[in-house]
């Protein structure tokens, strides 16, 4: 269970030159390395390989080709161009046809109309080619423009895609509203990083009280909603809901991150829930690592014994 405080620690580690080249250098060079954990591999081989293995146990996933926050339109076109690689990548394996991104990969720090095109690129040859396209929540500078794309894309005729939101911002209950009266697929998250006061519940209590009000909302009057949690008291209250108003398990899914809960995953599986994991992958992994860390600290002792272990 995460605080805010250690939220924002880790936020701030991730801005880290230094951990980052430390993590760089031994977090994935080895098939037990320690940030295999939470991440695939560093080549879409790799996220196809763990995709399949997914597969193989009976759920869906969604493929998370990491970066963000870049800095120039070079990297922003790069970006893109490797995204493309990848859909094909994905496409020639024969494996579930669905991926995830962030704006700010695609250029959005450096120039919006650029990043809008970017995506528009993504978006010609994945809907062909029959893929679910899912647009990452970044922190809350982005969450207006995030909307915004995503709804000119919406009324420009792109039905593969989707949107997230975190019940940890004020605003969420009236983007729910605004998502389900458009009839677009919401993925709803807690929200992984550390905002301000001003905008977010800062105590879990009250971000958990919110994510089970939104939850309701999206079962019952949302469009394919993703319940994308690991937290098991939400997961039973989903079950409980769907169940009393008659729900059927295909009008929505759960949805959780690679390497977290695997026996709840599979559980639900077993049991008949559909369910996807995100799966995140490429050299751009340490930002999303150390949100994972923030999320629960004990995570870190694993990462130092995993250096001690690689330096050795
Ligand atoms: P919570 O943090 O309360 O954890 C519940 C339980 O899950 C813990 O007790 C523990 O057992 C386990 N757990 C959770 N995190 C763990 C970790 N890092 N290591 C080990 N165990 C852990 N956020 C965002 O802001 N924008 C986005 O686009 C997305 N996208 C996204 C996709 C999917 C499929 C998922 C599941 C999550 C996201 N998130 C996200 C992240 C999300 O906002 C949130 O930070 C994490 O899911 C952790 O919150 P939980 O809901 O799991 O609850």
Redesign the pocket.
Known sequence: ??DSASKAFFNLLAQSTLLKHLGSRYGMRRPDSFARRFIAGEHVSEAIEAARAVEGRGMTHTLDFLGEGVHTLDEAYAATREYLEVIQAITDSGIGRGVSLKLTQLGLDVDKATAVDNLRRILEHAEPAGFFVRI??ENSPYTDVTLEIFETLWQQGHRSIGV?L?SALYRTEGDVARMNALGASV?L?????KEPRSVAHQKMADVDGAYERLMKTLLTHGHNPAI????PAIIAAARHWTDEHQIAADRYEF???YG??RDLQAMLAREGYRIRI?IPFGREWFPYFMR?LG??PA?VMFVIRGIVSETR
């Open positions: 269970m995460l990452d929540m997230v975190q993925r998250v807690k929200g992984a990083y994308a949690t690991h937290d949805q959780m991150l977290i809960r995100y994972r999320e629960r995570n």
